[in-house]
């Protein structure tokens, strides 16, 4: 099964979790994301990845039009409940491949995508894509997971984050986003990074992970390097893994060209 079938069904499967999700619903980085913008009310926003669509309704407010895309149709149903229920009438929904937008070249005044890259299997196609289909000074809105530059723990992250979802494809390390982004034409413009605290429960919870995967995942964590343990500031009570901390990256970036 291909990645993109995988996503498919894990959050076609999760799909009212993530709505629900109070990381994703008032995570600091939404307002920060948000913050990031230069927004006049005119602009035409899309939304990639929109997940539980809180990226969608935090903008619908905010700019003249929002389009939410996801590849996953339940994913969409979610969010376009959720989003309507919160009275807004100017976003619509459309299912679509991240790697290949369905949409024509100069379209959109802002590309925001948020909590999802990690999913994709392609990150340039990605990043070369968002450069298509925004307007000239345009603006990417990127905000994602990321891993230290540590060879060590950029394994570790990845290989418990595969482990606990079997969806994901990889957290980049935040000088191959910069990297894959001036390669492409963008000039960054804002970035900042932040730490993001991660209850292992609710963690596994969301991806309805078996009690016994739960069980080897926390195992897997317990055998970590304590050098691991302290860069992901590991919490431990009774040989049961609590939280651990990751980090992510916010930036803003603009198609100057």
């Given amino acids: 099964m291909d990645i993109k079938k995988d996503v498919q069904k894990q959050f076609g499967t999760n799909a009212e979790s993530y709505v629900n999700s109070e990381l994703h619903k008032t995570g600091k980085d939404l307002r920060a994301l948000i913050n990031m913008a230069s927004l006049t009310g005119t602009e035409t926003v899309l939304d990639i990845a929109t997940g539980g669509g809180h990226t969608a309704n935090a903008f619908a407010s905010l700019a003249q039009h929002v389009t939410a895309l996801d590849l996953t149709s339940e994913m969409l149903k979610a969010a376009e409940g959720f989003i309507s229920g919160n009275g807004h009438q100017n976003v619509s929904f459309i299912q679509g491949d991240a790697e290949k937008l369905p949409f024509p070249d100069s379209h959109f005044d802002i590309v925001a995508c948020r909590i999802a890259p990690h999913h ?21 809105l990127l905000d994602d997971n990321v891993v230290p530059e540590l060879d060590e723990f950029d394994q570790f992250y990845n290989a418990i984050e595969k482990k606990r979802d079997y969806s ?11 990297q894959m982004l001036e390669q492409e034409g963008y000039e960054i413009c804002e970035f900042q990074r932040f730490t993001k605290t991660f209850m292992f429960d609710s963690w596994c919870g969301r ?6 995967e739960q069980m080897e995942l926390n195992d897997f964590i317990l055998r970590a390097s304590e050098q691991t343990k302290a860069k992901f500031r590991i919490e431990i009570k009774g040989g049961k893994v609590v939280s651990f901390q990751g980090e992510a990256l916010i930036l803003k970036a603009v198609k100057r060209l």
């Fill in 120 to 140: 994709f299997p392609n990150a340039e196609k990605f990043v070369k894509e968002t450069y298509r289909v925004l307007k000239k000074d345009g603006q990417f």
């Fill in 207 to 212: 991806m309805k992970l078996p009690l016994s």
């Fill in 168 to 178: 994901h494809f990889r957290a980049w390390k935040k000088t191959e986003w910069i």
